[in-house]
């Protein structure tokens, strides 16, 4: 068998998140560049802030403002740093302390290598060119004295919005099954390719990398032709965002004929309102030029004109 | 109510990476098979399945449904998911089976950590506020948990170097581990910093896996298995998220969950401890004395299938009992960041 398809997958979403009374001051408060840290039960100062005492579970609400100075617990270093990271150049993760808190923050610590680096070491807060009230209104942190350039000018005064949004990349390299390459090739050469189950004889398409009922992989390949019948259906009227086709239009489940599963595709060619369970019909396909690894190559289905197959004959397949 | 034991346990070879499908579901198929022939039950006998894994190293949402297809849940089966190591599903799984509902339970673990890079991977696993956006690396944020215990004395490197050359000698005998042989101390400390003050030796590979168990009502056990493992004692407990916060040289969740289970007299005790350091810590918040075997298997450092390791540790320390090598175990699995949750239990013959 040849081997399995896999390509990259690079996902990424704004992670946007309400703040709430306790996250929210302390955003507003980085924005403005000052740091707030909130009173426990036991009073010690908590920075960045909890919205709840960690031992007690009491609702917090006394905030305390902070020094953005602060001492190093701990630290490690980082030589190459990741996507994402607060610098792109070799830097340290440490543990800050601030002056006025009890708890300690994450963060990065700016210098060149780690033998500039040790516990107990004096650092301060260098802010962010363009506040956001995010967490990375800090960029990073640097050694008390450290020549850090030009200050950012002073922020404005501004609105708090109570949303705070971080930009999330993920990258990974998303690999199909080997029956799953089988079907996705076949489509790149216009075929539609299902694979039986060894044990219960059913036909599945897409195959699966094992049988639902059986447990066992599906290995002996079936071509299916591109003919079927609708099994049921619904007319889409709501617009969404990404969407091609104008509504109303009606997405169904075909079975095609031989197959035991249906798939979801559209049935277009006709009125919607002229659909109906166990309707013939035939795959519109894309000119060959356009096909690849993708059921995008049958651009949808259409009626064939020919009578409607029983109920009995797909009540089993629904 | 009534005892659990373990009867079935297996694992998928831990290697760097699988050319599977990006949720793993070709490593399931044939442990499952294996632990239907240990115990002689089959897919129609198991009264309750539960799983751990995680949509964000299959990168996509709902990921662990296709495994289900590895199970062959038709007709339909009794299933749950926890977004854990596999650990705490065989802790919801011996919740059912303690409470009567089901007789046997099969729990099973996988990850192919491979497919993304892990360790930024796991970022997003930390506070979302204030932690997450600045994309702190699990490996980063284990050293700064190494180097307090350096700076307060508590270990050395050397004796994290210790851990390391002991958990790759005694994984020579585990036919599945990804790392082992023989290591010289001096060599392991020549070695230059991965993410200073950890060097390679201190961090578990990244592995792609998988592990199954069979639990049974311990009046039924011996109709499954010769010895039966019974589980005399399971706690799990959780320290906060907000990491500094915490004393991050101590585990007082795992301290907590080891005094709720008693852990006196026990032979073996596999430990989940992903760095060299978390081992020292976690021997100690147990309060195990030198006379303790840790990690005969090697324990994560030879090996460390996200999502499985966990339950691989239970797993192996139950094999000591199926097999007759021992006849009282500890098991102890770890989820989220820097030991924040932590699951003790005690096994006996």
């Given at each position: 068998?040849?081997?399995?398809?896999?390509?990259?997958?690079?996902?990424?979403?704004?992670?946007?998140?309400?703040?709430?009374?306790?996250?929210?001051?302390?955003?507003?408060?980085?924005?403005?560049?000052?740091?707030?840290?909130v009173r426990g039960s036991d009073g010690r100062v908590h920075v960045p802030p909890v919205e709840y005492d960690p031992v007690t579970a009491a609702a917090l609400t006394e905030f305390v403002p902070v020094s953005d100075e602060g001492t190093v617990l701990s630290w490690s270093w980082i030589p190459e740093p990741l996507e994402g990271q607060p610098l792109a150049t070799p830097f340290a993760w440490a543990l800050v302390r601030l002056d006025g808190a009890d708890t300690a923050m994450l963060h990065a610590v700016h210098v060149d290598s780690p033998a500039e680096m040790r516990t107990g070491m004096r650092v301060r807060v260098r802010w962010a060119d363009e506040p956001a009230g995010h967490i990375r209104d800090i960029a990073y942190f640097l050694p008390v004295g450290a020549d850090d350039g030009p200050s950012p000018a002073p922020p404005p005064k501004s609105e708090q919005s109570g949303v705070m949004v971080t930009p999330i990349q993920l990258h990974y390299q998303h690999s199909a099954s080997p029956e799953e390459s089988r079907y996705l090739r076949g489509l790149a050469e216009g075929k539609l390719i299902g694979q039986r189950c060894p044990k219960c004889e059913k036909v599945y398409i897409p195959p699966r990398g094992a049988c639902p009922t059986d447990g066992v992989p599906t290995v002996d390949e079936v071509e299916l032709p591109d003919t079927g019948i609708v099994t049921t259906f619904c007319i889409v009227n709501v617009p969404f965002l990404g969407q091609r086709i104008k509504p109303p239009y009606v997405a169904a489940y075909i079975l095609l004929d031989g197959a035991d599963i249906a798939f979801l595709h559209l049935v277009l060619g006709c009125g919607a309102a002229d659909v109906?369970?166990?309707?013939?019909?035939?795959?519109?396909?894309?000119?060959?030029?356009?096909?690849?690894?993708?059921?995008?190559?049958?651009?949808?289905?259409?009626?064939?004109?020919?009578p409607d197959a029983p109920y009995e004959s797909f009540a089993h397949h629904l | 109510m009534r005892d659990v034991a373990v009867v079935g346990f297996a694992q998928a070879p831990n290697v760097r990476s699988t050319p599977g499908t990006t949720n793993g579901v070709e490593m399931l198929v044939p442990i499952f098979a294996q632990v239907y022939k240990q115990t002689g039950l089959s897919k129609s006998d198991i009264g309750f399945w539960c799983s751990g894994?995680?949509?964000?190293?299959?990168?996509?949402?709902?990921?662990?449904i296709s495994a289900i297809d590895a199970i062959g849940a038709f007709p339909p089966i009794h299933e749950s998911h926890v977004e854990m190591d596999a650990a705490w599903a065989l802790y919801e799984a011996w919740l059912k089976i303690r409470t009567g509902e089901v007789d046997t339970a099969l729990v099973y673990g996988f990850g192919k950590s491979s497919a993304g890079q892990l360790r930024r991977v796991l970022a997003l696993q930390l506070d979302p506020y204030t932690v997450a956006p600045l994309w702190p690396d699990s490996v980063s944020i284990a050293g700064l948990q190494a180097r307090l215990g350096l700076d307060a004395g508590l270990w050395s490197e050397k004796d994290l170097a210790e851990v390391a050359a002991r958990s790759r000698a005694d994984a020579t005998r585990n036919p599945h581990a990804q790392f082992s042989g023989a290591s010289e101390i001096a060599d392991l400390l020549d070695a230059p910093y991965v993410a200073d003050p950890l060097r390679a030796h201190d961090i578990a590979p990244v592995t792609d896996g998988a592990a199954v168990i069979v639990l049974a009502a311990a009046g039924r056990a011996h109709e499954f298995a010769e010895r039966p493992a019974v589980i005399t004692g399971i706690e799990h407990r959780v320290d906060t998220p907000v990491l500094g916060a915490r004393d991050l040289t101590r585990s007082p969740s795992t301290?907590?969950?080891?005094?709720?289970?008693?852990?006196?007299?026990?032979?073996?005790?596999?430990?989940?401890?992903?760095?060299?350091?978390?081992?020292?810590?976690l021997r100690t918040a147990l309060g195990l004395g030198d006379d303790v075997r840790v990690n005969p298997s090697g324990g994560a450092l030879s090996g460390?299938?996200?999502?499985?390791?966990?339950?691989?540790?239970?797993?192996?320390?139950?094999?000591?009992?199926?097999?007759?090598?021992?006849?009282?175990?500890?098991?102890?699995?770890?989820?989220?960041p820097a030991l924040q949750q932590n699951l003790v239990a005690v096994l006996e013959a």
């Open positions: 068998m040849s081997t399995p398809l896999s390509a990259p997958l690079d996902l990424a979403f704004d992670y946007t998140r309400s703040l709430g009374p306790v996250l929210g001051r302390f955003a507003a408060g980085l924005r403005e560049r000052r740091i707030e840290g109906r369970m166990g309707m013939r019909v035939k795959a519109n396909w894309k000119p060959r030029d356009e096909c690849w690894t993708s059921l995008e190559n049958i651009s949808h289905f259409e009626p064939t004109g020919e | 894994s995680s949509d964000y190293l299959a990168g996509r949402a709902f990921s662990f301290e907590a969950a080891g005094q709720a289970v008693g852990t006196g007299d026990v032979e073996i005790a596999e430990l989940h401890a992903p760095f060299t350091h978390q081992e020292l810590i460390n299938p996200m999502f499985a390791a966990g339950l691989a540790r239970i797993g192996e320390a139950a094999t000591r009992i199926l097999t007759g090598q021992a006849s009282k175990v500890l098991a102890h699995a770890t989820s989220g």
